[in-house]
């Protein structure tokens, strides 16, 4: 990669020179190669490393050189990022993140918002609360297995330790008493948040510590970026201080869960009357300790949000170390006290179930607060393209404690089965874990129902959009078979446009049943089939199949979920799904939850963005930059990046892209109307293509009469419907994919280069119609 020290000053260029002209590709979802990219099976690497970089053909690799043979057509670079998203084994571990990635997602959610700057921060704050309590949810759950399941009550009961014989030292001997068996269990949890802290640090050190293009702005023209989107400031892809502040604070998060589950119930046993009086005292200033350390990480996650209007480069060295290193201290102290020779014998659930409790409650309410800000911040400035009317980040962020609550419940659910069968030795899980569970049938029948009635929408637009098909393909053969399949498609692309719906009502049922789940177990303490015992016959079958068949879909998904992970471990093709997944979640900076898959534009942004400063200084050349799905995302935020002065020499080239269909939709903060119009009016020219076919891209949809200066009339896909003398073969339904094949995409991008001149770009010139010509 090129480096601003690469960049001596200029020498005067020659007029062959400047004139020059460069097709800068990004590719999008999946990934590709650089052959396919370039359409050559020879390829060099210009810049880069094996993570991401750019590739030429090798016959166009000193195309700087020989300006003359390239006056008719663009040199093709291809940016080839798909390896930060899919590269080796290790990241199937990233499924352990997805409720990190989800609830990390809902912090960029919010709704636009002007003059509300202390709105905007509390919408960040409660996003960062709630992104904690699923740290101390997955921690919480690793001590329910090891500290509760194996630790207490299996290897408390005889019956349980003799079925499984690697308890059986813990069953008898030193290693016998309560205390001391817990305190080895904790080891369980300590890894996994070694594990955590261990993916974060390593994956922070790669991606956040890659440094954006340096420039300095006046005042008043950052000012008037921050209007327009959050995206063109110089800080907005350098989040390395605040994730390190936030990994200390969740890692010491998890210690401290550690700590509790190991140290409370000795504590809570010492303070029973006619104990001794020390370890009474210690266990009282092990509660004080702790509840000052939990203070100390609240207060670190609320103090402090990101820094986007500069580089902050100031390390917080002493936090990031100390803070971990104080609660690691302290857990180990909680382990020597809990480990304490004491008459304590390990009897029912180990003390401590309601945390779960207090931990769903928690989230409810963080989920219903910022509901209430998402409101406030959508009626002061309405879009009525927003996802939900603004509220698609609470209901994100309703999604990923539900996904951390159904992980953590089928983790103890499966273990549980798995040490104790159907013989009824052990307790169990907590009974709010099998509430949870047992609501999960008639949500999932509730989300059945609403698909089918999609399903019946879909089939009914599909038979409306026939007549539409007949008139767009007015003088080609008739064929109703083809027409019906080209209807049908059409149809099953607007699918994407009713994705909020079916998020809103998941999100809203899973908050309404999952209260009655958190009530059902706190004000019974029996599990529903138990709490349904007196109810009349039909009422207690109805609770007796819920709770079997919710314990049975939730180790279901518990084992389908490891299955998984474990494939894309050893097979490249299904990591490369995942990938897909990853490409679409984590283009986010992590700026609520530290442990979440890493932000991988923050290595694309800056490599794009020095890639096009660097060139168009070296050679003052045109450049069109070209995207695709997401790399026209990529695309739209390296030029946001780039300085006026570059900018202007930039052309912008979007297909099949999801700027307005899905982010413009679901981030209208970041993506809305005003900063796509921006985009629009600071690089010298957009064009977007999409299809109706398409499920993914669409229009960009600029109000006004910008609307037409960007978006090209839908392109016919197929472009026949049966066979011609033009296409004697029938043509393939392309949807998504193979934009650069239609005729109209080198028919843009020889517009755009023509529009390009190597001094600045002049005035628009507009048609009698009022559409700016080329």
């Known amino acids: 990669m090129e480096h601003a020290s690469d960049r001596a000053p200029a ?29 050559d099976p020879r390829t060099e690497r210009v810049t880069g490393d094996d993570v991401a970089a750019v590739f030429r053909r090798a016959d166009d690799v000193d195309a700087e050189s020989r300006p003359g043979d390239y006056r008719d057509r663009p040199v093709p670079e291809a940016y080839v990022w798909c390896n930060l998203t899919s590269g080796n084994g290790a990241r199937a571990l990233w499924l352990l993140l997805l409720p990190f990635m989800v609830v990390n997602l809902a912090h960029w959610m919010r709704p636009g918002a002007r003059g509300r700057v202390r709105t905007v921060r509390l919408h960040g704050l409660l996003v960062r609360l709630a992104a904690l309590s699923l740290t101390v949810l997955l921690v919480a759950a690793a001590c329910e297995v090891a500290l509760d399941l194996a630790a207490w009550q299996c290897a408390g009961t005889p019956a349980c330790a003799e079925r499984h014989s690697w308890l059986g030292f813990l069953a008898s001997g030193w290693w016998s008493l309560p205390g001391r068996r817990l305190a080895l269990a904790a080891l369980v949890p300590l890894a996994l948040t070694g594990l955590l802290w261990y993916l974060s640090h390593r994956t922070w050190s790669a991606y956040e510590s890659q440094e954006p293009l340096g420039r300095e702005r006046p ?24 994730v390190a502040r936030l990994r200390a604070a969740h890692t010491a998060a998890g210690l401290l869960t550690v700590a509790a589950a190991a140290g409370l119930p000795a504590a809570r046993f010492d303070h029973r009357p006619g104990g001794p009086a020390a370890l009474d005292a210690a266990g009282r200033l092990l509660e004080a300790s702790l509840l000052v350390a939990a203070a100390a990480v609240v207060w670190v996650v609320c103090r402090r949000g990101r820094s986007e209007h500069r580089l902050d480069r100031e390390p917080d060295d002493r936090l990031v170390r100390l803070l971990p290193l ?4 302290l857990l180990a102290a909680t382990l020597v006290y809990a480990a304490w020779q004491r008459p304590w014998v390990s009897q029912g659930r180990l003390p401590g179930d309601a945390s779960f409790g207090a931990l769903a409650l928690a989230q409810g309410l963080l989920v219903i607060a910022l509901a209430v800000i998402a409101h406030v911040l959508h009626r002061s400035h309405p879009d009525p393209r927003a996802a939900l009317r603004g509220q698609g980040g609470p209901a994100v962020a309703m999604l990923a404690c539900a996904l951390g609550g159904v992980m953590s419940g089928g983790l103890a659910q499966r273990v549980a089965d798995w040490l104790d069968g159907t013989r009824a030795a052990i307790p169990g899980p907590p009974v709010l874990l099998t509430w949870q569970a047992s609501v999960i049938p008639p949500l999932l029948l509730l989300l059945l129902l609403l698909c089918a009635v999609l399903a019946r929408q879909t089939w009914r637009l599909a038979r409306t959009e026939r007549a539409a098909v007949e008139r767009d393909y007015r003088g080609d053969p008739a064929d109703s078979a083809r027409s ?10 607007t699918l994407t446009d009713r994705g909020p719906l079916l998020v809103g009502v998941a999100s809203a049922a899973t908050l309404l049943l999952g209260a009655a789940a958190l009530a059902g177990a706190l004000t019974t303490d029996r599990t529903p089939a138990e709490a349904g015992e007196p109810a009349p016959a039909f009422v207690q079958g109805a609770a007796e199949t819920a709770q079997a068949l919710g314990s049975w879909l939730i180790g279901l998904g518990f084992i389908l979920f490891v299955t998984w992970g474990r494939r894309a471990y050893k097979d490249p093709s299904a990591r490369r799904t995942i990938g897909i997944l990853w490409d679409v979640g984590t283009f986010w900076p992590r700026a609520a939850h530290p442990f979440a898959p890493p932000c991988y534009a923050e290595r ?21 930059l070209s995207g695709h799905s997401q790399g026209s995302v990529l695309a739209a935020a390296a030029a946001w990046q780039l300085t006026p002065s570059v900018r202007k020499r930039v052309a912008l080239l979007t297909y099949g892209s999801p700027l307005e269909r899905l982010y413009g939709r679901w981030f209208p903060a970041h993506f809305g109307p005003a900063a796509l119009s921006a985009l629009h009016h600071d690089v010298d020219r957009w064009r977007n293509l999409h299809r109706p076919t398409d499920p993914i891209g669409g229009p960009v949809r600029l109000p006004g009469e910008y609307g037409p200066e960007v978006d090209r009339e839908a392109l016919k896909d197929p472009r026949a419907r049966g066979r011609t003398a033009l296409q004697p073969l029938p043509a393939p339904i392309l949807g998504h994919s193979d934009y650069q094949d239609d005729p109209a995409f080198a028919e843009e991008r020889a517009r755009l280069l023509a529009r390009l001149r190597p001094d600045l770009p002049a005035p628009r010139a507009q048609d009698d119609s009022g559409r700016s010509s080329p």
């Open 11 to 39: 020498a005067p260029r020659r007029p062959e020179e400047a004139d020059i002209a460069l097709e800068l590709l990004v590719h999008g979802v999946g990934g590709t190669t650089p052959q396919d990219m370039l359409g």
């Open 326 to 329: 104080a609660c690691l201290l």
């Open 484 to 493: 019906r399949r080209i209807a049908r498609t059409r149809a099953m692309a």
């Open 219 to 242: 005042p008043e023209a950052l000012a008037e970026q921050t209007d327009r989107t959050a995206l063109g400031r110089p800080g907005f892809w350098y989040g390395r201080r605040l």
């Open 604 to 624: 694309a942004v800056p490599d794009l963005t020095w890639r096009m400063a660097t060139w168009t200084n070296a050679t003052g050349g045109r450049l069109v």
